[in-house]
C-alpha cells in the first residue's frame, strides 16, 4: 500500500493584498481620528510601509489594515509586521507579505 501525501501550498493573490491596502489607505484619509498625524499606508511589491507621528498612531493603522486584510479573506499569517521604529519625526512599521 502506498502511502499518499500532499503539500499544503499558500498563495498570495497580489490583487486582493493591494484591493485591501488601498481600502485601508481610503478608510485612513477619512478617519477623524487619523487627520493631522501623518498617517499612510504604502505597498511596494511584497513590502507594505506604515508611517504616523507616533507610536500608538502607527499601531493603530496596522490594525486598520488587518481588519481589511480579513474582510478581503487573507490570512494574517500572509502579513510579517515588525514593531514600530522611529525614523525622524515619524515611526513607522514595515510589513513583508510572506506565503
Same mark, same amino acid.
Given at each position: 500500500?502506498?502511502?499518499?501525501?500532499?503539500?499544503?501550498?499558500?498563495?498570495?493573490?497580489?490583487?486582493?493584498?493591494?484591493?485591501?491596502?488601498?481600502?485601508?489607505?481610503?478608510?485612513?484619509?477619512?478617519?477623524?481620528? !487619523?487627520?493631522?498625524? #501623518?498617517? &499612510?499606508?504604502?505597498?511596494?511589491?511584497?513590502?507594505?510601509?506604515?508611517?504616523?507621528?507616533? *507610536?500608538? +498612531?502607527?499601531?493603530?493603522?496596522?490594525?486598520?489594515?488587518?481588519?481589511? !486584510?480579513?474582510?478581503? #479573506?487573507? &490570512?494574517?499569517?500572509?502579513?510579517?509586521?515588525?514593531?514600530?521604529?522611529?525614523?525622524?519625526? *515619524?515611526? +513607522?512599521?514595515?510589513?513583508?507579505?510572506?506565503?
Amino acid at each position: 500500500m502506498a502511502d499518499s501525501s500532499f503539500d499544503v501550498v499558500s498563495k498570495i493573490d497580489p490583487m486582493e493584498v493591494e484591493n485591501a491596502t488601498n481600502q485601508a489607505r481610503k478608510e485612513i484619509e477619512q478617519r477623524y481620528d !487619523f487627520k493631522g498625524v #501623518g498617517a &499612510s499606508v504604502e505597498q511596494s511589491g511584497e513590502t507594505i510601509l506604515i508611517k504616523a507621528n507616533s *507610536e500608538e +498612531r502607527a499601531l493603530a493603522v496596522l490594525d486598520v489594515l488587518q481588519s481589511k !486584510f480579513i474582510r478581503r #479573506g487573507l &490570512s494574517l499569517k500572509t502579513l510579517d509586521s515588525g514593531d514600530p521604529f522611529p525614523s525622524g519625526k *515619524e515611526y +513607522r512599521i514595515e510589513s513583508q507579505l510572506k506565503e
